[in-house]
């Protein structure tokens, strides 16, 4: 069974900065088997959207929205995946989710709370 734990979620004010992790767990599972990891985020009354991915090969892909202030990295030793997020903007709260993706397999974490608020 695997399990996408995600952490590092809470209040911060704007300019702000935070680091979301996600601990992979499962019998045999390893990031960086995967086609990829990514992260996700859905506000309240929007659909979820995409923030960062990174392939096995370690290339990463950004959200207009967030390249410049976000990073996604990972630590195959760890296996953990994090997404280190920088000049937060109000905009940017919602509930993030971690990603597997092993097609036809596909895995997500129950969400970490992100809200940026004065």
């Known amino acids: 069974q695997v399990q996408l734990v995600e952490s590092g979620g809470g209040l911060v004010q704007p300019g702000g900065s935070l680091r979301l992790s996600c601990a992979a767990s499962?019998?045999?599972?390893?990031?960086?088997?995967?086609?990829?990891m990514g992260w996700y985020r859905q506000a309240p009354g929007k659909q979820r959207e995409l923030v960062a991915t990174?392939?096995?090969?370690?290339?990463?892909n950004y959200a207009d929205s967030v390249k410049g202030r976000f990073t996604i990295s990972r630590d195959n030793a760890k296996n953990t995946v994090y997404l280190q997020m920088n000049s937060l903007k109000p905009e940017d709260t919602a509930v993030y989710y971690c990603?597997?993706?092993?097609?036809?397999?596909?895995?997500w974490g129950q969400g970490a709370q992100v809200t940026v608020s004065s």
């Open positions: 990603n597997a993706d092993s097609f036809p397999a596909d895995y």
């Open positions: 990174i392939t096995r090969a370690g290339v990463t």
């Open positions: 499962g019998s045999g599972f390893s990031i960086n088997a995967m086609n990829a």
